[in-house]
């Protein structure tokens, strides 16, 4: 089996980064600015950018956005980026079922990789896939990454990965921890979610009930692990042995 994870929001918390993004920009073109707890919310929701700055010159706003969306890439921001909490625990447990492959829709692949590094993720994965920023372009490269006899499952963060996944054929389940609630990923069509990867991994743990329901996967029998967890029966990692072992971004 090979999972593809979106990297910003499930595996790193980027909400550091789009946070002094948005405050950067805001002071650059001086608009006036959000809470941080209430820009966060709105930015998640699918807000319009006008809805982060109220009260801001509508002249004002496209300009905003430009220098937000550059700062969001900037190595100053993306080095404000952490492991999620738990994130090696569920990782350590979905290495144990599958493949592990990285994704980002993000531009700044270099500074995403240190981030990795930092955070000692890197071993985790087999390769980090950066996918064009056109959007029509993304499915075809998601496709070369799907085994057959339904193998593969993407684990997305955003509706832009929902809907990429939806254009090569392989089914998506939404994570819910980052820059899009899980309303906004099953409205995108994500076929079941999670608010968490460690909730992903739970139900692996316990049968797939969740994945089962969404008929990505069939049903298992749960079998006590020599560790102590259980876990499903037939779940261990099918591995494309073409693949590189603890990879680097290279695409």
């Not at 918390?13 to 001086?30: I, K, N």
């Amino acid at each position: 089996m090979r999972l593809i994870l979106e990297m910003d929001g499930p595996v790193v918390d980027v909400e550091p980064a789009v946070w002094s993004a948005y405050a950067g920009a805001a002071g650059e073109t001086g608009v006036p600015r959000l809470d941080r707890a209430e820009f966060w919310r709105r930015f998640r929701v699918g807000d319009p950018a006008g809805r982060w700055v109220p009260g801001a010159a509508a002249s004002k706003v496209p300009e905003f956005v430009r220098r937000f969306e550059a700062r969001c890439e900037s190595d100053e921001c993306l080095d404000l980026c952490a492991a999620q909490a738990e994130t090696g625990i569920a990782l350590i447990g979905l290495k144990r079922r599958a493949e592990l492959v990285l994704v980002t829709v993000g531009a700044n692949k270099a500074a995403r990789q240190r981030v990795l590094d930092r955070e000692k993720l890197s071993e985790f994965f087999t390769r980090m896939l950066g996918l064009p920023a056109q959007p029509h372009l993304r499915p075809a490269q998601l496709r070369e990454l799907h085994l057959m006899e339904g193998k593969t499952l993407v684990c997305a963060a955003t509706p832009a990965l929902v809907q990429a996944a939806a254009g090569a054929g392989i089914p998506a389940v939404g994570i819910g921890q980052g820059m899009a609630t899980a309303k906004r990923l099953t409205q995108a069509g994500a076929s079941a979610t999670f608010l968490t990867l460690a909730a992903l991994d739970e139900d692996f743990d316990q049968g797939c009930p969740v994945l089962s329901a969404a008929h990505l996967v069939p049903g298992r029998t749960r079998t006590a692990s020599p560790f102590g967890q259980l876990r499903p029966q037939g779940a261990e990692a099918d591995r494309d042995e073409n693949l590189p072992q603890n990879g680097r971004i290279i695409s």
